[in-house]
């Protein structure tokens, strides 16, 4: 019987139709045993290095995908989309066994690691988790990109189970928008996998989903090589045991014995806690766009007298400066804030040896922090934000991004020493990531919306549907929000400043 789920404030009611475990496929044929036994003896526990550890307690991080199919009836969901995703899902599953098990810390054990169980030997708490709904909301607000509470989209993500010493990996919800279509919420557990790996899976559930069709339903299919995970943890050196030390330092820093064993996620920060007072907008930079802030960055840089240094103008780099300039304008008027501004670089192609591409697991560097003063952005141009900020991403390599005890000292050093006169900005997702090509076979997403971001307080880059362009989710109180829309469109129609400068020296 369905079972409704309410949330005070919140006029998106969601009836839950089902929730089930959707365990790894597993046929007799002898090809698929010899494969599926070889993986299962090999990977029966994941191991986590430093890349992982790192993320420990940090809380889930969850990604929303809304799927437009006009017309789309409770019965054709239910007898068609519905099973193909979760057939097409335990298909997937057979290929990625970590996330069919749990994130585990025994008491024996110094650090978690991921454990699963052999594919012949399920049992019914085996699986990923999926709960099946159906919401009353308008898609076509939800699935825009104009201002909406952030609250209302609370409905459509799934629980993700956590205890001290068992956590799921990943947990899944898909809700059905009568006559409009459905949206897909992963919720996952930041320990085991970052945004590479996840898009790696999602990018085989779409591509074997859409097999369907071409293979019989009791076989398992292949995925091409592209698509198939690397679990190979010896690939990540560590013979100074900094795995070990991340986990204690992450206890530490929450005020915890750094001994404690516990993978329930920190709290959310008061500044962010009372997400009923807050708005998110997505906010998009076409090419033309990221030419003209190219073009007043180029002229500031000639105004500032720095012409001897190069700068780093990449789309990452320009996205980052629009956004963080606004932001900055938008929250303090006080000139001698400090501003701390964090964000994360794969480093799967800068480790030497590098990584495969198809690595699954974290593979991302510490947060990477540049400190400037507000005045940098309230009395100036930004270009010395934008050097520091060209200076830290070039830096990327060689002891900057393996793991190291000092790195992490220094980070939580700085952020106990933030005060009522600080700000800390931080910067998720990648517009690498190609979000938006996942296709189940009703067509590419119409719209991304990472929820997750209301309890960490970044804004979030993608690229956009379109392809060229970028994509910026904003979370923000709404007084604030209305104060920085204005100022990113007000910054990006400057023609005046932009046309000064001679397309010579792009």
Same mark, same amino acid.
């Given at each position: 019987m369905a079972d409704e789920r309410d949330f005070e404030g919140i006029n998106n009611r969601v009836k839950i139709h089902e929730v089930c475990k959707v365990p790894p496929f597993s046929d007799d044929s002898a090809a698929t045993t010899k494969t599926t036994t070889t993986a299962a003896a090999a990977f029966a526990t994941l191991s986590l290095t430093y890349f992982d550890t790192y993320w420990i307690r940090f809380?889930?991080?969850?990604?929303?995908?809304?799927?437009?199919?006009?017309?789309?009836?409770?019965?054709?969901?239910? +007898?068609?989309? /519905?099973?193909?995703? +979760?057939? !097409? &899902?335990?298909?997937?599953?057979?290929?990625? &066994?970590?996330?069919?098990?749990? %994130?585990?810390?025994?008491?024996? #054990? =110094?650090k978690p690691a991921v454990c699963y169980s052999f594919p012949h030997n399920y049992s019914k708490n085996d699986g990923v988790s999926v709960t099946v709904a159906e919401s009353n909301a308008g898609f076509d607000l939800l699935a825009g990109n104009g201002i909406r509470k952030a609250v209302e989209f609370y409905p459509l993500v799934p629980r993700l189970s956590t205890s001290d010493d068992k956590a799921e990996v990943i947990a899944i919800q898909i809700t059905l928008f009568p006559n409009h279509g459905f949206s897909i919420c992963i919720s996952i557990n930041h320990a085991v996998l970052d945004g590479t790996s996840f898009m790696l899976f999602m990018r085989s559930w779409a591509y074997l989903c859409k097999?369907?069709? /071409?293979?019989?339903?009791?076989?398992?299919? !292949? /995925?091409? =090589?592209?698509?198939? $995970?690397?679990?190979?943890?010896?690939?990540?050196?560590?013979?100074? @045991?900094?795995?070990?030390?991340?986990?204690?330092?992450?206890?530490?820093?929450? @005020?915890?014995?750094?001994?404690?064993?516990?993978? +329930? $996620?920190?709290?959310?920060?008061?500044?962010? #806690?009372?997400?009923?007072?807050?708005?998110?907008?997505?906010? =998009?930079?076409?090419?033309?766009?990221?030419?003209?802030?190219?073009?007043?960055?180029? %002229? #500031? +840089?000639?105004?500032? *007298?720095?012409?001897?240094? *190069?700068?780093? /103008?990449?789309?990452?780099?320009?996205?980052? #400066?629009?956004?963080?300039?606004c932001m900055v304008k938008a929250i303090t008027e006080d000139a001698n804030t400090t501003v701390v501004f964090s964000f994360n670089a794969d480093c799967r192609s800068r480790l030497d040896p590098p990584l495969p591409v198809n690595y699954f697991g974290n593979c991302v560097s510490a947060a990477v922090c540049v400190v400037a003063k507000a005045s940098d952005f309230l009395q100036g141009n930004g270009i010395d934000f934008v050097e520091k900020l060209s200076?830290?991403?070039?830096?990327?390599?060689?002891?900057?991004?393996? @793991?190291?005890?000092?790195?992490?000292?220094?980070?939580? =050093?700085?952020?106990? *020493?933030?005060?009522?006169?600080?700000?800390? &900005?931080?910067?998720?997702?990648?517009?690498?990531?190609?979000i938006y090509g996942p296709d189940f076979g009703w067509g590419k997403p119409k719209k991304l919306e990472p929820v997750s971001i209301d309890r960490s307080g970044a804004s979030c880059l993608t690229e956009n549907k379109d392809g060229g362009g970028v994509e910026v989710a904003v979370v923000l109180e709404k007084q604030k929000m209305e104060v920085f829309s204005s100022l990113f469109i007000d910054g990006l129609n400057d023609e005046h400043i932009i046309s000064t400068v001679p397309r010579s020296r792009i």
């Open positions: 809380g889930s991080w969850d990604n929303l995908l809304f799927y437009e199919i006009r017309g789309l009836t409770w019965d054709s969901f239910s +007898k068609v989309v /519905l099973p193909k995703l +979760k057939h !097409s &899902l335990s298909l997937t599953l057979l290929h990625y &066994l970590p996330l069919a098990g749990h %994130l585990m810390w025994p008491p024996h #054990a =110094e097999q369907l069709d /071409l293979h019989q339903q009791n076989k398992a299919p !292949s /995925l091409p =090589e592209r698509l198939t $995970p690397c679990f190979d943890r010896t690939l990540i050196k560590d013979p100074g @045991g900094i795995d070990l030390v991340y986990v204690k330092h992450n206890m530490a820093f929450a @005020g915890l014995d750094p001994n404690t064993r516990t993978l +329930k $996620p920190n709290p959310v920060d008061p500044e962010v #806690a009372d997400t009923n007072n807050l708005v998110r907008r997505t906010f =998009e930079l076409s090419s033309e766009d990221l030419n003209k802030l190219k073009h007043k960055l180029l %002229l #500031a +840089k000639e105004q500032h *007298q720095s012409k001897s240094k *190069q700068l780093h /103008l990449s789309s990452y780099v320009l996205t980052c #400066a629009h956004v963080y300039a200076d830290s991403i070039k830096g990327l390599r060689g002891d900057a991004i393996v @793991g190291s005890e000092d790195k992490i000292v220094r980070k939580y =050093e700085m952020l106990k *020493q933030m005060g009522e006169q600080s700000i800390v &900005l931080r910067i998720s997702g990648s517009h690498r990531f190609d």
